[in-house]
């Protein structure tokens, strides 16, 4: 008689729910599968309603959203000659319809109708998400009678904390956001390329979750304008998504030099509207998106000659009839004008295999003219009265040991000087910890990240949740809206 044991799994509804990939993959499961079926349909409004029923931040994601469920469509399984659907792209084609950016009226581009001042509102009564933090659901709770509801303070206006608030105020509670820059959505405003996310609409996504009852306070940093302290004393809990707004440091020779710049600063700088002084060759050390955005940006700054700005110049009275892009590459070019970048260099410890960039951006950077050299590690920055004049790389061997680990390896003699004018750092982001101080019962993780509790959010502290990248690290936009979710869902339930 045989004595093997074969596993067995009894099918329940969850089961079957990990079949729908592209929805199971989505953080907040969203059911693309549905809204893709409504476009192709032409229903564009339940479309919109269906992305948007888990996703207060769906305009944003249908931009610059990492779509983890197209990665898992089961469509580009089915061989090589097959694509993915187009999941991304059709969120953002129901949003505009549909969103709260449907009313913009921005020049350059086609009219859409104008659905309502605010676009339209999302549907009561039926539920679009298996998750719980549904619009339906929320209402369901918030309408309990005799519900408690309370006041939160949520620190910074990132996609976590307007996630949270968005949630907190459709339950009712009382919700104040204390944001340190002058304008809201963390790094999306200030860390992603200004080429790739469209400013007013997302300002219309965060106004209908102010409409909602939700109040932000600008130019205010915790610590300086108002303390921890004073918040929990004056709320009944705090959310921090602080976000990580610091770049690492490189810890090598010279560089303290000027004109080595932490890729975070630099986007930051170029977002808000300054002056950035790259001067005409520039490396970025670093293999991820933030590397590559930050190659893009700078070659941005010098990508146009004079000659070739005075002829964007001559289309100006054209610009009313042509895409919002063209007004775009015209305001590029004036600024390249200003800084002449003409060289940018990405260099990366991996091999092309590696590189934790997503291919797209890859392709797109080089499209562009950026050259990227793999299996490289930097060893010094070389400089010339305190300012950099070019950085020594040497030849990777590999990247990780044996066993998968963290562990480059070097190519002795392989030494060679990549001469530049600036090295922009793009090797990682860490928190700036300043707004707790006095809250010693928070826990900081060794990662420098708070520590919390994965399932509800909850810091060691108890009236003290958090969520996003401080709290994880470095993630996709989509997963800062669910850990908002889980937040709200945890402190307002008392789970």
């Known amino acids: 008689m045989s004595l093997e044991r074969y596993p067995v799994i009894v099918p329940d509804q969850d089961y079957y729910r990990q079949m729908v990939k592209c929805q199971a993959a989505c953080p907040v499961l969203t059911d693309a599968r549905g809204y893709v079926t409504a476009v192709a349909q032409g229903n564009i409004e339940l479309g919109y309603q269906i992305a948007r029923d888990p996703n207060p931040l769906s305009t944003i994601c249908g931009r610059i959203c990492g779509a983890p469920c197209e990665v898992a469509c089961r469509r580009g399984s089915i061989g090589p000659d097959h694509e993915p659907v187009a999941i991304r792209p059709l969120k953002r084609v129901v949003t505009e319809q549909y969103g709260p950016e449907a009313f913009l009226r921005l020049p350059g581009t086609i009219e859409v109708p104008v659905i309502q001042s605010n676009g339209v509102q999302p549907v009561s009564g039926q539920d679009f998400s298996t998750g719980p933090w549904s619009r339906h659901t929320l209402e369901v709770l918030a309408a309990q009678p005799s519900r408690k509801r309370g006041s939160v303070a949520v620190i910074g206006a990132g996609p976590s904390s307007l996630a949270t608030a968005h949630d907190l105020s459709v339950l009712g509670h009382r919700v104040e956001i204390f944001e340190a820059g ?44 108002i303390t921890l302290k004073e918040l929990r004393s004056d709320f009944d809990a705090v959310f921090l998504g602080i976000g990580l707004m610091q770049g690492r440091k490189l810890n090598v020779e010279g560089s303290d030099l000027d004109g080595v710049v932490p890729a975070v600063d630099m986007l930051l700088n170029y977002n808000l509207g300054y002056q950035v002084q790259l001067g005409k060759r520039v490396v970025v050390v670093g293999g991820g998106d933030v590397a590559m955005d930050a190659a893009r940006t700078a070659l941005r700054l010098g990508m146009a000659t004079e000659e070739q700005t005075e002829a964007l110049e001559d289309k100006d009275a054209r610009l009313d009839e042509e895409a919002d892009t063209v007004r775009t590459a015209l305001d590029v ?11 940018v260099r990405v260099i990366a410890l991996e091999s092309w295999d590696e590189l934790p960039a997503s291919r797209f951006e890859l392709e797109e950077a080089e499209e562009e003219g950026i050259h990227i050299t793999p299996r490289l590690g930097p060893v010094r920055v070389l400089g010339e009265n305190g300012r950099v004049t070019g950085l020594e790389v040497i030849d990777v061997a590999a990247v990780f040991d044996d066993v998968g680990r963290f562990n480059p390896r070097f190519v002795p003699g392989t030494n060679q000087v990549l001469e530049c004018d600036s090295v922009i750092l793009a090797i990682g982001q860490t928190a ?26 909850q810091t060691s502290a108890q009236d003290v949740f958090a969520g996003g990248d401080v709290a994880y690290g470095p993630r996709m936009i989509i997963h800062a809206v669910r850990d908002g979710h889980i937040a709200a869902w945890a402190g307002t339930t008392g789970t």
């Open 182 to 225: 002058p304008k809201s959505g963390g790094m999306i405003r200030y860390g992603v390329p200004i080429y790739r996310m469209d400013w007013e609409a997302m300002d219309s996504e965060v106004q209908a979750i102010v409409d909602l009852g939700v109040k932000i306070h600008y130019d205010t940093r915790i610590g300086e304008t």
């Open 333 to 343: 070019a004036r600024t390249a004008l200003r800084l002449g970048v003409g060289n």
């Open 432 to 457: 700036d910890l300043a707004p707790l101080k006095g809250a010693e019962d928070v826990e900081i993780s060794p990662r420098g990240l708070v520590a919390i509790n994965q399932e509800t959010g």
